[in-house]
């Protein structure tokens, strides 16, 4: 079974950038971004499928945020400009089942995640 793990949160200023990471341990999946905010539901980020060919995001990221993956070395990162304090949360990777091909919004979908990495944007 995959084993992912995050890495590259921290604390920066609105407006700075940050690149995380996830690198799993097994086999090529759909994977997916999420974040969660203390006391919040876990929200959907972005996704892309395994080949990289379609990425998927969030209304609120969409022209801040992108996804890409680099199968050689088995990763994914998500390159977050121009944060804003609102995207202060923990970030998690996570992927789907082998038998899925798309990327999905719902958590629910995705069945093996990584231990998260924090994220905080000051003003």
């Known amino acids: 079974q995959v084993q992912l793990t995050e890495s590259g949160g921290g604390l920066v200023q609105a407006g700075d950038s940050l690149r995380l990471s996830c690198a799993a341990s097994?086999?090529?999946?759909?994977m997916g971004w999420f974040r969660q905010a203390p006391g919040k539901e876990r929200e959907f980020v972005s996704a892309?499928?395994?080949?990289?060919?379609?990425?998927l995001y969030a209304d609120s990221v969409k022209g801040r945020f992108t996804i890409s993956r680099d199968n050689a070395k088995n990763t994914v990162s998500l390159e977050m400009n121009s944060l804003k304090p609102e995207d202060t949360a923990v970030y998690y990777c996570?992927?789907?089942?082998?038998?899925?091909?798309?990327?999905?919004?719902?958590?629910?979908?995705?069945?093996?995640w990584g231990q998260g990495t924090q994220v905080t944007v000051s003003s």
């Open positions: 996570a992927a789907r089942p082998l038998s899925y091909s798309l990327p999905s919004v719902a958590p629910s979908t995705y069945n093996t």
């Open positions: 097994g086999r090529t999946y759909v």
């Open positions: 892309i499928t395994r080949g990289g060919g379609t990425t």
